[in-house]
């Protein structure tokens, strides 16, 4: 791939009050997922006259709004989510960050922001890692620096239009594994109250709003004793979509590997699309087409869907171990699958660099 340089300037001033290396070592054992932050964040500015300006890396901290900042009012506001590995020779690496940058693109077009060159979101990412390498955890226990890029309209103006002032910031926080039981198969809930995205809506995009809705649906699963909410499509209240952050694969007993097709209400997952081309290589027939809700519930009790999991970065590759509706349940719920394990090693021993990166996807960052 071509690779242009960023031209973004970025001023760098260093944190005069670092965590304590002690502190630091303490966090690092036991990071849990979303609770600390590093010592340093990435900023820029924009504005239709000047385009992006103002980058700089500063020691992290909060952040003053205007009470009539727009975000607040209307939800402009899109993210990305990404992680930095630590390799075994000491080596710094992300995973495909052209391909998050690409998707904030995607996002930005949808709710009216501007557009953040790729060159430019790469470089904001591996700049704020460089400042806060010393963050990224040794690799053993599947331990990471997660990374998290966002962009919001931080003009203040209560006027419904794109906004005329937009901030877009890195911060990083280091992560463990993501469900607190580890890597154990989850229960899922089906939701047949709410859904997550319609025709021509958001669901594509990558941003808060989405999150937000998926919130009461999750309290939902959570009160029927599960672990996440699975939505159905928003027209036919019929097709398999997404978890509230994560897409879905079945493995059939054939040994064909399904994931619902995208088609604008689906999150395209880079964990979704990678694995594609993972199946391809590990030598799994791979469908992407709509899976019907009864497709997956007949197809568990009889067999014909060996195993179903579930992915994103956050959490990778997670198995699913039931399904749980209004009425009734499927699966078993105890174990990890033949293929669905086969794909989880083979992702993460890319990203942490113990297999051999066949596909190019790793990005050297330190
Ligand atoms: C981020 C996200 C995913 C997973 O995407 P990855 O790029 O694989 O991390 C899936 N669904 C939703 C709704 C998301 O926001």
């Given at each position: 791939m071509l690779s242009m340089e960023s031209s973004l300037p970025i001023r760098v001033t260093a944190s005069g009050d670092p965590v304590p290396a002690e502190r630091l070592a303490e966090i690092l054992a036991d990071p849990g997922f979303g609770r600390y932050f590093t010592d340093h964040m990435f900023t820029a500015e924009w504005t239709p006259e000047r385009g992006w300006h103002e980058a700089r890396i500063t020691p992290y901290g909060p952040l003053v709004l205007d009470p009539a900042t727009a975000v607040l009012h209307y939800a402009q506001e899109i993210f990305e989510g990404m992680k930095a590995y630590r390799h075994a020779d000491g080596s710094i690496w992300t995973f495909r960050p052209e391909e998050n940058a690409a998707r904030m693109v995607r996002s930005a077009r949808r709710l009216a922001l501007p557009v953040l060159p790729v060159e430019d979101f790469v470089a904001s990412v591996d700049a704020t890692v460089r400042v806060d390498q010393r963050w990224v955890p040794e690799p053993a226990g599947e331990k990471s620096l997660y990374l998290r890029p966002f962009m919001f309209a931080s003009e203040s103006f209560l006027g419904v239009r794109p906004a005329q002032h937009v901030t877009y910031m890195v911060i990083c926080s280091p992560a463990g594994a993501y469900f607190a039981r580890g890597v154990h198969p989850v229960s899922l809930w089906l939701s047949e109250t709410y859904t997550r995205a319609g025709r021509g809506g958001m669901g594509a995009a990558k941003t808060g709003g989405?999150?937000?809705?998926?919130?009461?649906?999750?309290?939902?699963?959570?009160?029927?004793?599960?672990?996440?909410?699975?939505?159905?499509?928003?027209?036919?209240?019929?097709?398999?979509?997404?978890?509230?952050?994560?897409?879905?694969?079945?493995?059939?007993?054939?040994?064909?590997?399904?994931?619902?097709?995208?088609?604008?209400?689906?999150?395209?997952?880079?964990?979704?699309?990678?694995?594609?081309?993972?199946?391809?290589?590990?030598?799994?027939?791979?469908?992407?087409?709509?899976?019907?809700?009864?497709?997956?519930?007949?197809?568990?009790?009889?067999?014909?869907?060996?195993?179903?999991?579930?992915?994103?970065?956050?959490?990778?590759?997670?198995?699913?171990?039931?399904?749980?509706?209004?009425?009734?349940?499927?699966?078993?719920?105890?174990?990890?699958?033949?293929?669905?394990?086969?794909?989880?090693?083979?992702?993460?021993?890319?990203?942490?660099?113990?297999?051999?990166d066949t596909f190019g996807w790793m990005h050297r960052v330190v």
């Open positions: 989405n999150y937000a809705s998926s919130l009461v649906a999750q309290q939902e699963a959570i009160e029927e004793g599960c672990d996440q909410v699975v939505f159905l499509d928003s027209a036919e209240g019929r097709y398999v979509e997404e978890l509230g952050g994560m897409n879905l694969y079945f493995v059939q007993a054939d040994g064909t590997v399904v994931t619902p097709k995208t088609s604008g209400t689906i999150l395209e997952g880079i964990t979704r699309s990678s694995i594609i081309e993972l199946c391809g290589k590990l030598g799994h027939p791979v469908e992407e087409r709509a899976v019907d809700i009864d497709e997956w519930r007949d197809g568990v009790s009889s067999g014909r869907i060996a195993e179903v999991f579930a992915c994103g970065t956050a959490a990778v590759v997670t198995p699913v171990g039931t399904l749980r509706w209004r009425g009734g349940e499927v699966g078993d719920g105890t174990t990890t699958g033949p293929v669905t394990q086969q794909v989880r090693t083979a992702l993460v021993d890319i990203q942490y660099g113990r297999a051999e």
